[in-house]
């Protein structure tokens, strides 16, 4: 079974420029998974969702390459979920384009 989240949009602390680490910012999730299913034990997305937008506004990381990093093994430990596919964007950060990293 594959699990997808698309535009989990929400604010926090993302960045290392020094207007990054004291306003929030606009970021956009889109996380997707692989996990085997089996007659009554299912993979929450709901949950899935929460949790990553909890990390990132607890955290305030620096480098979204830390965010990608941390937030797949919390899930990949927490879920029985195996290959994951997730990217941070930051719509707002240049005036004339979006920015994201992929992992």
């Known amino acids: 079974m594959k699990i997808v989240i698309k535009d989990l ?15 929030k910012q606009k970021v956009i999730i889109q996380f997707s998974c692989h996990y085997n299913y089996q007659e009554g034990q299912f993979v ?3 949950k ?9 506004k607890k955290k305030k990381f620096q480098l979204i390459e830390e965010a990608l990093l941390y937030i ?15 990217t941070i964007e930051k719509p707002t950060i240049l005036k004339n384009c979006s920015v994201s990293v992929t992992a």
């Open 9 to 23: 949009t929400f604010k926090c602390i993302l960045g290392i420029l020094p207007k990054e680490r004291v306003k």
């Open 44 to 46: 929450d997305y709901s």
């Open 48 to 56: 899935i969702a929460k949790e990553i937008e909890s990390i990132m």
């Open 72 to 86: 797949k093994n919390r899930l990949k430990t927490r879920y029985p979920i195996t290959k994951i596919n997730l």
